[in-house]
């Protein structure tokens, strides 16, 4: 036996000890101590997350998110407009022949893995806010870790440039049960790069097709055979104006980023259950004074 089998034998051995006992179970009792009473209209995104896996609305739709969202969407104009970007388009636009079309070097991500957000970014403010957190908790059924907070650029790229990375249809590694949020900051049409979801394919009539190869790697199904396989009514594409809110069980098949005529700008975080293998890809400044949020937001925050 080679020394990866072992390892990978150890982590699902951990895993599934952590999601049947260490860490999930009282996770879920913490949620059931404090459970959050919903709105009518996180009720509905929770429903929509249960049956269809996918939850669209306007950002606005949510009241405590009335202020906030207007923050990400200045936040994702500023980085739009940032020399950082401008490099990036520019070398995305020498390299895009070779080099840029076998890696995600089309999206420009606003945080470096590992850096530090501060506890009044309103990055972890709108993640962290009760209308968004207590909405995934009550979906995932615990309380969850939120391992990933950015604000994305993604470059437009030639029409015929084949799709890559997570411009193809996938199922997310990071558990058998996550919730990613986007929030689009400018409006997202069909050249715009839109998220794609398969509707019924995180818990429904679709959870079985082109399963994960093991519970922490990605599937990606062979091209086209979503298209064949899956009616165009159950394949969702997701424009929509600024301010577009979408709430997604990402184990489920989705794609998105692939913009031809506009760059797409948006907010992003990823929700995943305690047990799962991945860990936080940004530190907290003084995280201590972000603990002045909820319990629910401290747990989130790993402090
Ligand atoms: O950029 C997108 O719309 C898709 C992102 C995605 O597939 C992911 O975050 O897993």
């Given amino acids: 036996?080679?020394?990866?089998?072992?390892?990978?034998?150890?982590?699902?051995?951990?895993?599934?000890l952590d999601a049947g006992v260490l860490r999930n179970p009282p996770s879920r009792r913490r949620l059931r101590r404090q459970a959050p009473v919903l709105d009518e209209v996180q009720r509905r995104v929770v429903d929509r997350l249960s049956t269809d896996g996918i939850a669209?609305?306007?950002?606005?739709?949510?009241?405590?998110?009335?202020?906030?969202?207007?923050?990400?969407?200045?936040?994702?104009?500023?980085?739009?407009?940032?020399a950082r970007v401008a490099r990036e388009v520019e070398r995305y636009r020498r390299t895009a022949g070779d080099g840029g079309a076998g890696s995600e070097s089309y999206l420009v991500q606003r945080q470096r893995s590992g850096g530090v957000l501060q506890p009044d970014d309103p990055l972890l403010r709108f993640g962290l806010d009760p209308a968004v957190l207590d909405t995934v908790n009550v979906y995932l059924g615990l309380w969850s870790r939120l391992i990933y907070a950015d604000v994305w650029y993604t470059i437009p790229s030639a029409v015929d440039r084949a799709p890559?990375?997570?411009?193809?249809?996938?199922?997310d590694p990071e558990d058998a049960q996550l919730v990613k949020v986007f929030l689009y900051c400018e409006d997202v049409d069909r050249d715009g790069g839109p998220f794609e979801y398969v509707r019924g394919s995180a818990r429904g009539p679709y959870r079985e097709l082109w399963?994960?190869?093991?519970?922490f790697s990605a599937s990606y199904p062979p091209p086209g055979a979503v298209e064949e396989r899956i009616p165009a009514a159950d394949r969702l594409c997701c424009t929509g104006p600024a301010g577009t809110l979408i709430f997604c069980d990402t184990h489920g098949l989705h794609r998105g980023g692939q913009a031809y005529l506009h760059p797409r700008i948006l907010a992003t975080w990823?929700?995943?259950?305690?047990?799962?293998?991945?860990?936080?890809?940004?530190?907290?400044?003084?995280?201590?004074?972000?603990?002045?949020?909820?319990?629910?937001?401290r747990f989130a925050l790993g402090i």
């Avoid at 036996?1 to 599934?16: E, V």
């Avoid at 890559?164 to 199922?171: C, E, F, M, T």
């Fill in 270 to 297: 990823v929700f995943v259950p305690p047990a799962s293998p991945f860990d936080r890809r940004y530190a907290v400044e003084a995280h201590r004074s972000a603990a002045a949020g909820s319990d629910a937001a």
């Fill in 56 to 82: 669209v609305l306007p950002a606005g739709e949510l009241p405590a998110l009335a202020s906030t969202w207007p923050e990400l969407r200045a936040a994702g104009r500023a980085f739009a407009g940032s």
């Fill in 164 to 171: 890559v990375a997570s411009q193809r249809w996938h199922r």
């Fill in 1 to 16: 036996m080679s020394p990866t089998f072992w390892r990978r034998s150890l982590r699902r051995l951990k895993y599934h």
């Fill in 211 to 215: 399963p994960n190869p093991d519970p």
